[in-house]
């Protein structure tokens, strides 16, 4: 329910500060926003099988199924990056990424060219468009708006949370 409620949150936001949307083409999106060089395609692809996810990010990845939620639903993680996937079919064999949540200042996120982590001053991002209502510089595909990348920044002008949803 928490995720259901930030991602409407993160929806209602993002379509209301359009302006302030840093666009992303499609090999920007899928090729160029990378999780410790691992592109955002290898983990859409991977469908949140355990053992591509720990190809891509180390044998600590850990699952957790959730088959309560309105879908079924998958969580994986370790101590510095987490994943959900769903599967609205309920057919436990198509998942799709619904989040990224970076866990630590461990992972490198790559987008525009830029190599960002938790820790790093505001200045990293250049003139690119900030979003001064939540705070954050916030990415999207440019077609359809059905992934945002998020990076939060705190009252010392230092990213506090990145997140990456898609809808």
Known sequence: MK???????????????KSQLNNLNDTELFDGIRFNNVTLSQIMKSKGKLNQMKILFGNDIQEKSNDTAPFLAKFLWNDNI?????????????????????????VIVNVKGLSIKIGDDK??????????????YNFTDKDTGSV???FKIDRSNKV????????
Request: hydrophobic residues 35%.
């Open 3 to 17: 995720n259901i409620i930030l991602t409407i949150t993160i929806l209602f936001a993002t379509i209301s500060c």
């Open 82 to 106: 987490s994943f959900g996937y769903e599967d609205e079919t309920d057919s436990g064999n198509n998942y799709d990424l619904t989040y990224i949540r970076i866990r630590s200042s461990n």
């Open 123 to 136: 200045n990293k991002f250049g003139n690119l468009l900030f979003n001064s209502s939540d705070s954050s």
């Open 148 to 150: 945002g990348l998020s």
């Open 160 to 167: 506090s949370a990145i997140e990456l949803i898609c809808f």
